[in-house]
């Protein structure tokens, strides 16, 4: 009896003796996690916690060249500065017009030619990429000059539908090659499983295709929102009235003639003008992170 039980005893205490440095190492590198996770964050929150603390300053302390992070006096006079003065709010407005119409024309447009890329297999499939992965190195400077001209004789100079136009351009290929990986990632034999059934073609992209597409078109827009949104060298270009001007063209007149930025309203104007991107991460972050790794599967 004592040969039959010793075998088990030894191998029970084998484990044990193993599976002790693997708790242990887990031990050690939990807080380690923690803590690089922490200072990611706070690398990533730095930027917005200086524009708070400069936009909190008062203009003494601001040219007095005080590189202190807490400010010695708080003040808010220059949120209302850069909200009454720079019309920041009208700018907002024009941004959040030209982006959403942007993100609607291009979400439209490239999730069914995406859909014909990642389904078809044609001669043309293969100039289709390579016309996509080209625009996407195409230096944007050496075109401004003849969109300006072709603009100006259509009439869409200083107009937002100008904007619209040509962000709607900038923004396609690369909407429609992560589209295109979203797409492939879904199984065909779904589709197949449907009109099986006896569903039709639109009801299966309607009913099977549209749902599993969800998050790649979360992340899709949302790109193309923040693209819009953030875009500068065009809107310099086309815009030259005051009440169409965007809001980064807003930004930039803070900065005077010669050279002087009025830094702590410029910090106040870009924090709020930071705020709305960062609220809408915060709603659509877990169908972001989805569409990502879905879009990741292949491409």
């Known amino acids: 009896m004592t040969q039959t039980l010793a075998p088990p005893e030894r191998d029970r205490k084998t484990r044990t003796t193993s599976v002790a440095p693997v708790r242990r190492t887990r031990t050690f590198a939990r807080p380690l996690q923690y803590l690089a996770l922490l200072g990611y964050v706070l690398f990533l929150g730095f930027p917005l916690l200086f524009l708070l603390s400069t936009s909190l300053k008062t203009p003494r302390q601001l040219q007095s060249g005080d590189a202190s992070f807490i400010p010695d006096s708080l003040t808010w006079s220059n949120f209302s500065d850069a909200v009454t003065k720079a019309n920041l709010v009208q700018a907002a407005g024009n941004s959040l017009y030209v982006a959403a119409l942007t993100t609607v024309i291009v979400t439209l447009l490239s999730l069914p030619a995406a859909y014909a890329l990642a389904r078809f297999k044609t001669k043309l499939r293969g100039l289709a990429t390579g016309w996509i992965l080209l625009s996407q190195?195409?230096?944007?400077?050496?075109?401004?000059?003849?969109?300006?001209?072709?603009?100006?004789?259509?009439?869409?100079?200083?107009?937002?539908?100008?904007?619209?136009?040509?962000?709607?351009?900038?923004?396609?290929?690369?909407?429609?090659?992560?589209?295109?990986?979203?797409?492939?990632?879904?199984?065909?034999?779904?589709?197949?499983?449907?009109?099986?059934?006896?569903?039709g073609k639109l009801r299966v992209l309607r009913s099977i295709v549209l749902p599993l597409l969800a998050p790649g078109l979360v992340a899709t827009s949302l790109f193309t929102f923040i693209s819009s949104w953030n875009e500068f060298f065009f809107a310099l270009v086309l815009i030259q009235d005051p009440e169409l001007q965007t809001l980064p063209l807003t930004l930039a007149r803070f900065v005077g003639a010669e050279g002087q930025v009025q830094l702590g309203q410029l910090a106040a104007a870009s924090l709020l003008a930071t705020v709305p991107s960062l609220v809408f991460f915060l709603f659509i972050q877990r169908r972001l992170t989805s569409g990502l790794m879905s879009g990741a599967v292949k491409g």
Request: net charge negative.
């Open 137 to 199: 190195v195409f230096p944007f400077i050496l075109i401004v000059i003849p969109v300006f001209l072709v603009l100006k004789q259509i009439g869409l100079v200083n107009n937002p539908l100008g904007l619209v136009l040509v962000y709607t351009v900038w923004c396609m290929p690369f909407a429609l090659w992560m589209l295109r990986g979203y797409v492939a990632a879904i199984p065909v034999e779904l589709e197949e499983a449907g009109a099986i059934d006896g569903a």
